[in-house]
């Protein structure tokens, strides 16, 4: 913001950072756990090894942690004096 940057930029710009790798995350976890979940097929009960509901609910529940996670520091960034933030550094 010192450098001219908007609150809007800077929120935006954490909130999209860590929504990203929040994404990649989900994916990465997605994935492993549809190789895990047939070798561990015989211990789950009522639900297949690749029950696109729950891999989409599970999913949508770490993004709504992980967007409620990187919005009150985005917030808190964007409201920051920028004067404050460079006497401080």
Request: some cysteine; hydrophobic content about 55%; charged content about 15%.
């Amino acid at each position: 913001m010192a450098v001219g940057a908007q609150a809007a930029d800077m929120f935006r710009l954490i909130l999209c950072q860590g929504l990203s790798l929040t994404l990649i995350g989900i994916a990465m976890g997605v994935v492993v756990s549809m190789g895990v979940a047939r070798l561990l097929a015989k211990l789950l009960c009522g639900v297949s090894p690749t029950d696109f509901l729950t891999y989409a609910a599970v999913s949508l529940i770490w993004l709504a942690v992980a967007a409620v996670a990187c919005y009150l520091p985005a917030r808190r960034a964007s409201r920051v004096d920028p004067t404050e933030a460079l006497r401080n550094e």
